[in-house]
């Protein structure tokens, strides 16, 4: 059974092209994870997601443990055949998500105790147990359990939760254990600061992981200050190990990021963006719910295969979005995922022939200002 492998194939700049071995199938990199957080990627088939050109897509610990339950997920034969997707899958550690939705937290050494933002339930999250629970969803990429500040943070607070993470990282490979053809990403953070981002990964590295995630980004700093530390850590890790940003982004940030040395990302904003009337192009963003494409016969983007623009004008997406139709939701999220899976074949293409750059000037000459 072939075990988890990161191969780079090739490097233009700072970005790489390459492929992440899996018992459950080959992620082509740079990679965009559709975010499936509660065992669906919503208003999406998994035969659809597939279809798009996904290799992998994350779950949420968070959501899985409060609903329907880890243990009732692995009863069931686990989280790939509960949803019906048999390639890769990664699943977020829950860390991230107690802060953001539960209510209730008490934070200490050992984790958190929270009450579920669903039913006022009481649940506990330390290192052991987001291990346990990710071994019980059956996922292929577990990430370790570590604390993102919220910003705004003081840079003693920054230090704080990242030296907490760096001692629940230790504690998440320990209970990860030995698990062949699974793999285990620790996660680098220190906010905006060069000295804390170095000490971090220089923390990960000394204890080793399958692949190493930039946390911490993407939490309101903006574009310039998530490049700005882009600019240096990634070089702080490992170049025979993928690079996972994580929570990004629109288009632009993810052509950036993979500039930058990044790998992997994930975000909701192409099937968010799908259910809230927004389609990403080539040149820009449509907002379908305007009242300027309810005649307009061309689809979205004409030169998009996917089933929205094969099939539907501007003008039938407007009606259907208008109606509330769960049709507007299915097209606009596959448009999308369609979309930033394209991105990522053109840069992957782009970087294995020596030709990114110019691959990244045409996408930003080919946007339009606002909306299209
Ligand atoms: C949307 N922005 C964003 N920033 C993140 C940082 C972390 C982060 O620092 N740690 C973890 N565990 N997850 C993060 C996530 C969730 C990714 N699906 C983030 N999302
Ligand atoms: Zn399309």
Not at 123 to 141: A, F, K, N
Not at 334 to 357: D, S, T
Request: contains cysteine; glycine residues 12%.
């Amino acid at each position: 059974m072939t075990t988890f492998g990161f191969t780079l194939h090739a490097t233009d700049g700072a970005a790489r092209s390459g492929a992440i071995a899996t018992p459950r199938g080959t992620i082509r990199t740079p990679a965009f994870m559709p975010v499936g957080t509660a065992g669906t990627v919503k208003a999406m088939l998994p035969e659809s997601v597939a279809a798009t050109g996904a290799d992998i897509l994350l779950g949420n610990t968070y959501h899985l443990m409060l609903r329907p339950g880890a243990e009732r997920v692995a009863r069931l034969g686990g989280l790939h055949a509960f949803m019906h997707w048999n390639k890769p899958i990664l699943t977020d550690s829950g860390g991230f998500q107690v802060m953001s939705l539960a209510g209730l937290r008490k934070m200490s050494e050992d984790g958190v105790a929270f009450r579920s933002h669903i039913d006022g339930s009481t649940h506990m999250l330390s290192p052991e147990r987001s291990m346990e629970i990710q071994r019980l969803l059956g996922s292929d990429i577990v990430m370790c359990f570590d604390e993102c500040p919220a910003l705004p943070a003081s840079e003693a607070e920054v230090a704080r939760a990242m030296r907490l993470s760096m001692r629940w990282a230790e504690r998440s490979k320990q209970a990860f254990g030995d698990r062949p053809g699974h793999a285990l990403f620790g996660i680098m953070q220190g906010g905006v600061t060069r000295e804390l981002r170095e000490e971090s990964a220089d923390a990960l590295t000394a204890i080793g992981f399958d692949g190493y995630a930039v946390g911490g980004l993407a939490v309101g700093e903006g574009q310039e200050a998530m490049f700005g530390v882009l600019d240096y850590a990634t070089g702080f890790l490992p170049a025979d190990r993928p690079r996972y940003l994580m929570g990004v982004g629109k288009p632009d940030d993810i052509v950036g990021a993979v500039a930058r040395g990044i790998d992997m990302m994930d975000c909701v904003l192409p099937s968010r963006s799908g259910r809230t009337g927004q389609a990403f192009t080539r040149r820009g963003v449509v907002n379908i719910k305007n009242a300027s494409h309810a005649d307009d016969p061309r689809p979205l983007d004409e030169h998009c295969s996917c089933p929205a623009c094969r099939n539907y004008s501007r003008a039938y997406l407007h009606h259907v979005f208008r109606a509330q139709e769960i049709l507007s939701s299915m097209l606009l999220t596959w448009h999308n995922l369609h979309y930033f899976q394209e991105l990522m074949a053109g840069m992957r293409a782009a970087i294995a022939e020596g030709r990114f750059a110019a691959w990244q000037a045409a996408f930003h000459a080919g946007r339009a200002e606002g909306d299209i």
